[in-house]
């Protein structure tokens, strides 16, 4: 069992979905699903795997799957379609200046020891926005700062009340990492995630010549 927090490993991983289709002049699809026989011709679809893991780089969320499993965002999308808080333990916006100032959860851990502060939520938006990932939140961002130690205030543009949207994943890549870890990437893609997330990520490869990924 893979308690939580844990390293999540998976070796050779090929496909994550897989679709036949008849084509050419080979049975139907109908004939071939009550038929163990093997078909000739037909189409193999398979799902991609992540090409990366910096969520803030890419707008695929294909490639935020890594980052799903082992970070949270500040908000998150609920089955519902309703946005829920999730590292933000509340939040509040001023409809006349545009202002939303939002409280942080205390005493959450970062996987490499640090606790979540305002200061890496800062750092975060501020990368996050800064990608082609959060360009429609930085077109409505005027000023993302900390108001005090778990406070951040984001102030709009216009008003908006559509900022708590944007910031919810897993629907966006806006996810929380440290501050540190971020600032030692520099203007580099992000090949490690030192985030809060229930699964911690231990490393991330591609092997060369195949579609082997190492996690």
């Known amino acids: 069992m893979i308690s939580k927090r844990s390293a999540v490993k998976i070796g050779t991983l090929l496909c ?15 004939a071939a699903a009550g038929s163990s026989e093997p078909v000739t011709g037909g189409e193999l679809v398979v799902a991609s795997l992540p090409a990366m893991i910096d969520p803030y780089v890419t707008t695929s969320r294909s490639n935020w799957m890594v980052a799903a499993s082992t970070c949270e965002g500040l908000f998150a999308n609920a089955a519902n379609t309703t946005v829920d808080n999730g590292l933000a333990e ?16 205390e005493g959450v851990k970062f996987h490499g020891g640090g606790e979540l502060t305002a200061a890496d939520v800062v750092a975060s938006l501020e990368r996050y926005g800064s990608g082609d990932a959060g360009e429609l939140f930085s077109s409505l961002t005027k ?11 984001i102030s709009t543009n216009q008003p908006s009340g559509a900022i708590p949207a944007l910031l919810a994943t897993p629907d966006t890549g806006a996810y929380i990492m440290s501050a540190a870890s971020l600032e030692a990437a520099g203007s580099k893609d992000l ?25």
């Open 16 to 30: 994550a979905a897989m679709a036949l289709s008849a084509c050419g002049g080979g049975p139907s699809s109908d």
């Open 90 to 105: 509340s939040y509040e916006y001023d409809e006349q200046t545009g202002v939303y100032t939002i409280k942080i959860r």
């Open 143 to 153: 000023e993302i700062s900390a108001a005090g130690p778990l406070t951040v205030s």
């Open 191 to 215: 090949t490690s995630l030192d985030c809060t997330g229930p699964y911690k990520l231990d490393n991330f490869a591609t092997v060369p010549g195949n579609l082997d990924h190492a996690f």
